[in-house]
Each structure stands twice: as C-alpha cells, then as structure tokens.
C-alpha cells in the first residue's frame, strides 16, 4: 500500500501563494494534484509523469500553478500563485499506476488531503 502525505495548506488573501507538498512512500510514475470545494465534485488540477517530467493543468490554474517532483525523495509540488477565491478546497495528492485510471479520475491511491482558504 502506497501512502501518500500531504501538506502546505492554509488560508491566504487573494493574490497570494502557496506552495503544496506530498511525499509517498515509494515512488509512482504518474502523480496528480486533485481539488474538491464544497459541494462541487473532486476535479484534477495538475498531473506529472515522472518518468518524462511531463506535465498537464486545468484550464483553471494554466499560468498560475506549478507542478514538479522529486522522484528521488518521491515528493511532488504544487507552486500555486495568484490564488483566487475559486482555488478554495481540499487538495488531495494522487498517484496512479496507469495514465489511463489518472485521466478517468480514478488514480491508485490518494491523500487525505490538505485544506486551501482564499479569502476575497
């Protein structure tokens, strides 16, 4: 079983940053930033292959947010700039063993996720 920790969350004004941390037991090729606020379904934020460094983002964050990882020390980052009310929710790390299950929604295995508040 693959744990994956996540933290970096807080409440910040609009315009602010933040930067997300998560950190798995073992390293996963494929790895996602997921977002749910309140009431709303869980959407994939950024994506990071770390097998190319490749990367993908909602059209929501493209130019705000910054993923990356460390497969090293199987860690993956989310630099999160410009922050906007609408960036509120719970973050959850994710890492799945096929593109194909990450692209569904349904990676592997998940976080428990971090709390992120922007306030207007």
């Known amino acids: 079983q693959v744990e994956l920790v996540e933290s970096g969350g807080a409440s910040v004004q609009a315009g602010g940053s933040l930067t997300l941390s998560c950190v798995g037991s073992?390293?996963?090729?494929?790895m996602a930033w997921f977002r749910q606020a309140s009431g709303n379904e869980r959407e994939r934020v950024a994506t990071?292959?770390?097998?190319?460094?490749?990367?993908t983002y909602a059209d929501s964050v493209k130019g705000r947010f910054t993923v990356s990882g460390d497969n090293d020390n199987h860690t993956l980052r989310l630099q999160m700039n410009n922050l906007e009310p609408d960036d509120t929710g719970m973050y959850y790390c994710?890492?799945?063993?096929?593109?194909?299950?990450?692209?569904?929604?349904?990676?592997?295995?998940w976080g428990q996720g971090t709390q992120v508040t922007v306030a207007s």
């Open positions: 990071y292959d770390g097998a190319n460094k490749g990367t």
């Open positions: 073992e390293y996963i090729r494929y």
């Open positions: 994710a890492a799945s063993l096929t593109w194909r299950r990450m692209l569904a929604g349904q990676p592997t295995y």
